[in-house]
């Protein structure tokens, strides 16, 4: 069968069970609606957790990071699974007790301040629009590369499915599609990792292949990586280019974010216990580790697939390089898509793959006659061509497909219910209208959740230049406003309504206009050279977070300690067993 | 106020548990993944730089086990204290 049609058919088999999920869970009461009725197993969660956690850039990206950026991308790696060690220890099982529906009621009630609820809503807002943007896109997109239609039609066919399911199904509904959206992007993500694991090295665990030799060659793949990359000008492999306290500081925003992250919360109110929230977790991170322990083999064994085919002889020898007219298909099908690209400059008929902006090597490029990298390669490629480059069937191409948008779904659909709940639940039930009745409320979430859609989809379309540019600053965001004020109001009884106010203001401020510093007013300005301390702006979160806890301290200090009853709060939140 | 003097046992012992728990936690990431990465990275084992093996495996897997004992610890912890749910 035709690979466009087949996709076709798997794509349209997965929204068809995600939907009639939907049917099967739809939202009965605002309980089920918010937090799918406190009724989900810990298990069950923690798939939907790491389906929700797990974005499109997780799926299609990090991997091509991984295999550019070699031990610089352990940021990532480290960050976004380091966070849930935080999440299980110091969050998910007192906000669990706590036993409300929605992160800024938490603070609001903690914090006995309206305000305090207000401020959290607005940062989680900004947090969570700042992502969904970015999953808006990535499902456009992946529709228009698999099935070549044009991103606006992809973005409307994904806002149409999460419409459905979110705005019908609320929290429970996004809860089990996502169960299924986890079984269907782990499966495509791991069919093609082990089949180019076994080729290269004989060995099909990919975690285990990322430390074997290559096969027939005795020579360990991530030794002969390192060689082969530094013959062509490239940064070793296993040695990064960041600098020690950048490495620092990202790793802290992206971890602590993660643990700030509201849609990542809020899975941990739908479990029925305590203990289940804390069990929940290590399922979250188990499920959420098989991808991200596999990343980095694919992203190396990728890297070296790549090379070996672009270079397949000795490096600045004549007849090292490939010549463009035996490129292999896969190289075809890709450069249609323009992810490839070539450029013979020296006209020699032949790819050449090398670092040019590498001062040192210019010399040794000159000497083997190369006049520039002819090769421009998208980051994404590393997983969209997986199975293309280890031969695999068409119908492997097709899940590729069907697991990056449901990477995408899943992620969107967590953060449009988190948006709708605060805007319901905190806003109008919270604020402006406290007696509206339970059928109303739903009503609203409902509306806030098809409007929330509607917004997402437009900037997923036309997203200003900074915010496409920003999604993984929504960490550092999260790292600064929503988690000190959230571990205060747990670990500290002295905290209190003005400096948890005080705190998050400043923390999101000052980030917010660190990022917007370098990345939309002096992109000029963005290095090493201009940063404070050498903390660039994917790491500043971390500083943001070190003055909101600060700021939260001494001002708290400064004013009345919480009232009595506050204080009682905060112990019972502290133990699983309900006091009466 | 037994119960109260009870509950800060508990909280107490939660918190010890935690502290050595994030200890670990900053150890591996941090400290073997960052800050020490150079000088481990002169170990080798199997295929790996160890360094760069704590930094992209190893310290995802240390994460995983550290919640796993925290679960059993707190499920203890829960029982022995009476607070369970």
Known sequence: MELKTLTIIVVVLSFVLYIGIAIWSKARSTGDFYVAGKGVNP??????????????????????????????????????????????????????????????????????????????????????????????RGVGIVFSRFLEVEILTGLIIGMGIVFFYAVLGGMKGITYTQVAQYCVLIFAY?????????????????QLAFGSEMSGEGMYLLTKLDDVVQSLGFTTYTDGSKSTIDMFFITAALMVGTAGLPHVIVRFFTVPKVADARKSAFWALLFISILYTTAPAVGALGRMNLIETIQPGEVGTPTGNLQYSEKPDWFATWEKTGLLTFEDKNGDGRIQYYNDKNEAFQANAASYGWQGNELKVDRDIMVLANPEIAQLPNWVIALIAAGGIAAALSTAAGLLLVISAAISHDLVKGVFAPHISEKKELMVGRIAAAFAILVAGYMGYNPPGFVAQVVALAFGLAASSLFPAILMGIFSKKANKTGAIAGMVVGIVFTLAYIYYFKGMHPELNNAEHWWFGISPEGIGTLGMILNFSVAFVVSKATAPPPAEIQALVESIRVPKATT | MSSNSNHDAYWKANLKLMGVLLAIWFFVSYVCGILLVEQLNQIQFAGFKL??????????????VLIWVYVRGMNKLDKKFDVEE
């Open chain 1, 43 to 136: 298990i069950a969660n923690g798939m939907a957790t790491a389906a929700d956690w797990m974005s499109a850039a997780s799926f299609i990206s990090m991997a091509g990071i991984i295999a550019f950026a070699g031990y610089d991308a352990s940021v990532y790696l480290m960050g976004w699974t380091g966070g849930y060690v935080l999440l299980a220890l110091l969050l998910a099982p007192y906000l669990r007790k706590f036993g409300k529906f929605t992160v800024p009621q938490f603070i609001g009630d903690r914090y006995y301040s309206r305000t305090a609820r207000i401020v959290a809503v607005v940062c989680l807002i900004i947090i969570s629009f700042t992502y969904v943007a970015g999953q808006m």
């Open chain 1, 190 to 206: 791991m069919v093609p990792a082990i089949f180019i694991s076994l080729q290269a090295t004989g060995n099909p665990i990919p």
């Open chain 2, 51 to 64: 360094g760069f093996w704590m930094a992209q495996q190893g310290s995802l897997y240390v994460f995983l």
